[in-house]
């Protein structure tokens, strides 16, 4: 016998002989296989809600030592995971509670894991997602694949800011190093959905991390089994979607010097604003209890104070260490996207959402801008639970602004990079029009913009004569913002003259046009008119006699929006505040 020539003795006391199942450590083993004993999965279907970390924690170290039997283990738990972690406030939602249930569900329909058989050649499929990594180790027996063991693993913060290939080739790595007891010195086949991983791991010239991962793979002996999604069972959407041609593992490209610079931002309003707010504060049902516990100074309430109170109080709550009381007014400390800025926002009450939404949207100021942008100057000021979901259904649900904008059909064509270092020194120029004359006697207006900033001036001029067009450059541009090395130009003919040419001459500017029948080659102003003349198919009148009172208000809003190319406001890039 084997258990004789290893010199082991075994107590005929702790010995079950001639028995089809055994119940050992928890599981179930039989001649099926090894699956959870239903004793000890009784007492987690019968598990209360938790009402702590420490209950929480309880739960999952159960859950845990099943985690095999799981699929997609990491990903399920992820929620409750997330409210054990130390500087977490403890905040049973609607996602805990559907893990939670989800788990028990799961370990109450475990399936029966197969042995493995070192004769047989054993399969590994991999997966990531945005959350976690995944993989199953099976064999086959016959026309069937027998599961032999899961695995999963929730992604720390940084694995969560890994391109896709990466995150997979970290699945792919982890996965092995877990199974590597069965799959080392074996020949074994490794299953995927990402391509990618085909030629990655024959990169000629890796570097750092990818490098060592590769290195790491060496010792085993796989072959690459690419499968489709479709019919890969564990594939994620994202496991289908090419990497960002910026993504530093897929293609070379030169270093960058970041500089962070973080500053605080407070933004002054009216006291009568802030008198309106803080009484609509006060009479708010979901804002009120928190700015009382705020007024007394009170330590932060306990789950249970807050367990009976809507789903809006109870946000507010599990944000109690960004709130404050700021000149009367309740307020959240904010970091924007890029964690450079922190603004304090004035926390809005639900009878207040309309007015913010009208004035930062439909007002005079607002200028009619995207969701997007009209989202982060509301951020800016101002927080409500759901302001994205409120701004999508105010912009979705104004009908002039559907009404102008229609269906948009972009195309995409080879783009040429214009490396320009600093604000005026390098502006385009561009004249829209005819108009309907206006009460002032213009019919045109002048673009011109910055190609660093994107900051916009635009000039109603009654035409469109070079001379206009010359005089106003140099007594609105040149003499405010100084003379640029370049101007760039469509080959329109009031550009083209000798009056402008000679103006440049004179004034030491370079000036470049566009190609022949081509106007996209100045597509920064193009796009610039087409935002403008939509403003103004909002908001003018009907005879149209008052276009051109409108543009400086719609300036306004346009500089203080930031700039999807730039992360700025073009206010901000020009003159270092806002």
């Given at each position: 016998?084997?258990?004789?020539?290893?010199?082991?003795?075994?107590?005929?006391?702790?010995?079950?002989?001639?028995?089809?199942?055994?119940?050992?450590?928890?599981?179930?083993?039989?001649?099926?296989?090894i699956?959870?004993?239903?004793?000890?999965?009784?007492t987690?279907k019968?598990?209360?809600?938790?009402?702590?970390?420490?209950?929480?924690?309880?739960?999952?170290?159960?859950?845990?030592?099943?985690?095999?039997?799981?699929?997609?283990?990491?990903?399920?738990?992820?929620?409750?995971?997330?409210?054990?972690?130390?500087?977490?406030?403890?905040?049973?939602d609607?996602?805990?509670?559907?893990a939670?249930?989800?788990?028990?569900?799961?370990?109450?329909?475990?399936?029966?894991?197969?042995?493995?058989?070192?004769?047989?050649?054993?399969?590994v499929e991999?997966?990531?997602?945005?959350?976690?990594?995944?993989?199953?180790?099976?064999?086959?027996?016959?026309?069937q694949?027998?599961?032999?063991?899961?695995f999963?693993?929730?992604?720390?913060?940084?694995?969560?800011?890994?391109?896709?290939?990466?995150?997979?080739?970290?699945?792919?790595?982890?996965?092995?190093?877990?199974?590597?007891?069965?799959?080392?010195?074996?020949?074994?086949?490794?299953?995927?959905d990402?391509a990618?991983?085909?030629?990655?791991?024959?990169?000629?010239?890796?570097?750092g991390?990818?490098?060592?991962?590769?290195?790491?793979?060496?010792?085993?002996?796989?072959?690459?089994?690419?499968?489709?999604?479709?019919?890969?069972?564990?594939?994620?959407a994202?496991?289908?979607r090419?990497?960002?041609?910026?993504?530093?593992?897929?293609?070379?490209?030169?270093?960058?010097?970041?500089?962070?610079?973080?500053m605080?931002?407070t933004?002054q309003?009216?006291?009568?604003?802030?008198?309106?707010?803080?009484?609509?504060?006060?009479?708010?049902?979901?804002?009120?209890?928190?700015?009382?516990?705020?007024?007394?100074?009170?330590?932060?309430?306990?789950?249970?104070d807050?367990?009976?109170?809507?789903?809006?109080?109870?946000?507010?709550?599990?944000?109690?260490?960004?709130?404050?009381?700021?000149?009367?007014?309740?307020?959240?400390?904010w970091?924007?996207?890029?964690?450079?800025?922190?603004?304090?926002?004035?926390?809005?009450?639900?009878?207040?959402v309309?007015d913010?939404?009208?004035?930062?949207?439909?007002?005079?100021?607002?200028?009619?801008?995207g969701v997007?942008?009209?989202l982060?100057?509301?951020?800016?000021?101002?927080?409500?639970?759901?302001?994205?979901?409120?701004?999508?259904?105010?912009?979705?649900?104004?009908?002039s602004?559907?009404?102008?904008?229609?269906?948009?059909?972009?195309?995409?064509?080879?783009?040429?990079?214009?490396?320009?270092?600093?604000?005026?020194?390098?502006?385009?120029?561009d004249?829209?029009?005819?108009?309907?004359?206006?009460?002032?006697?213009?019919k045109?207006?002048?673009?011109?913009?910055?190609?660093?900033t994107?900051?916009?001036?635009v000039?109603?001029?009654?035409?469109?004569e070079a001379?206009?067009?010359?005089?106003?450059?140099?007594?609105?541009?040149?003499?405010?913002?100084?003379?640029?090395?370049?101007?760039?130009?469509?080959?329109?003919?009031?550009?083209?003259?000798?009056?402008?040419?000679?103006?440049?001459?004179?004034?030491?500017?370079?000036?470049?046009?566009?190609t022949?029948?081509?106007?996209?080659?100045?597509g920064?102003?193009?796009?610039?008119?087409?935002?403008?003349?939509?403003?103004?198919?909002?908001?003018?009148?009907?005879?149209?006699?008052?276009?051109?009172?409108?543009?400086?208000p719609?300036?306004?809003?346009?500089?203080?929006?930031?700039?999807?190319?730039?992360?700025?406001?073009?206010?901000?890039?020009?003159?270092?505040?806002?």
């Open positions: 016998m084997k258990i004789q020539s290893a010199n082991l003795k075994l107590s005929p006391k702790k010995c079950s002989l001639f028995k089809r199942q055994v119940s050992f450590l928890g599981y179930v083993v039989s001649e099926e296989g699956r959870t004993d239903p004793e000890k999965i009784a987690v019968d598990w209360p809600v938790p009402k702590d970390k420490t209950q929480v924690r309880a739960f999952l170290g159960l859950c845990s030592y099943y985690r095999r039997f799981v699929k997609n283990f990491a990903d399920i738990a992820k929620p409750l995971h997330r409210l054990t972690e130390e500087k977490r406030h403890f905040c049973w609607e996602s805990c509670n559907i939670f249930q989800e788990l028990k569900n799961r370990l109450c329909k475990t399936p029966i894991l197969g042995y493995p058989d070192t004769g047989k050649e054993f399969i991999t997966d990531a997602s945005d959350i976690g990594l995944g993989s199953v180790l099976s064999q086959r027996n016959g026309d694949e027998i599961v032999i063991a899961y999963s693993k929730s992604l720390s913060k940084p694995e969560r800011n890994y391109c896709v290939t990466r995150r997979e080739l970290l699945a792919v790595v982890k996965s092995l190093q877990h199974f590597s007891k069965y799959l080392l010195g074996r020949k074994f086949h490794l299953r995927t990402h990618a991983l085909k030629w990655l791991l024959q990169f000629k010239n890796p570097e991390q990818v490098a060592r991962w590769i290195e790491l793979l060496q010792e085993y002996n796989f072959v690459i089994e690419y499968r489709s999604g479709k019919s890969h069972g564990n594939a994620d994202l496991s289908r090419p990497c960002p041609e910026d993504c530093k593992h897929c293609t070379r490209q030169e270093g960058k010097e970041v500089v962070s610079v973080r605080l931002k933004d309003l009216s006291n009568e604003w802030k008198d309106t707010l803080q009484h609509s504060q006060q009479e708010d049902s979901d804002i009120k209890p928190i700015l009382e516990w705020m007024k007394a100074s009170a330590p932060n309430p306990k789950w249970s807050v367990s009976a109170m809507s789903s809006t109080t109870k946000s507010y709550w599990a944000q109690w260490d960004s709130l404050l009381i700021q000149d009367r007014v309740l307020c959240r400390k970091e924007n996207s890029r964690g450079d800025r922190c603004h304090l926002q004035m926390v809005v009450p639900k009878a207040k309309p913010v939404l009208q004035l930062y949207h439909s007002g005079c100021s607002g200028g009619h801008l997007k942008r009209t982060l100057k509301i951020r800016e000021r101002f927080y409500w639970v759901h302001c994205r979901d409120d701004v999508e259904d105010w912009c979705r649900k104004f009908t602004c559907a009404a102008v904008k229609g269906p948009q059909i972009r195309s995409r064509g080879a783009l040429k990079l214009y490396n320009v270092g600093s604000p005026w020194e390098r502006i385009a120029i004249v829209a029009g005819p108009f309907p004359e206006s009460e002032s006697g213009n045109y207006f002048m673009v011109v913009m910055d190609y660093f994107k900051r916009p001036e000039f109603a001029i009654p035409n469109q001379s206009t067009v010359a005089d106003t450059l140099v007594h609105e541009v040149f003499c405010r913002f100084g003379v640029p090395l370049e101007i760039h130009s469509d080959q329109g003919r009031n550009f083209e003259s000798q009056i402008f040419q000679e103006t440049c001459r004179v004034m030491g500017t370079h000036k470049t046009r566009t022949s029948y081509h106007p996209q080659s100045d920064m102003v193009e796009r610039f008119n087409q935002t403008l003349e939509r403003y103004h198919a909002k908001v003018v009148e009907k005879r149209q006699r008052d276009w051109d009172r409108h543009i400086q719609f300036l306004l809003s346009y500089r203080s929006a930031v700039h999807e190319s730039t992360s700025v406001t073009p206010a901000f890039a020009n003159f270092g505040r806002e």
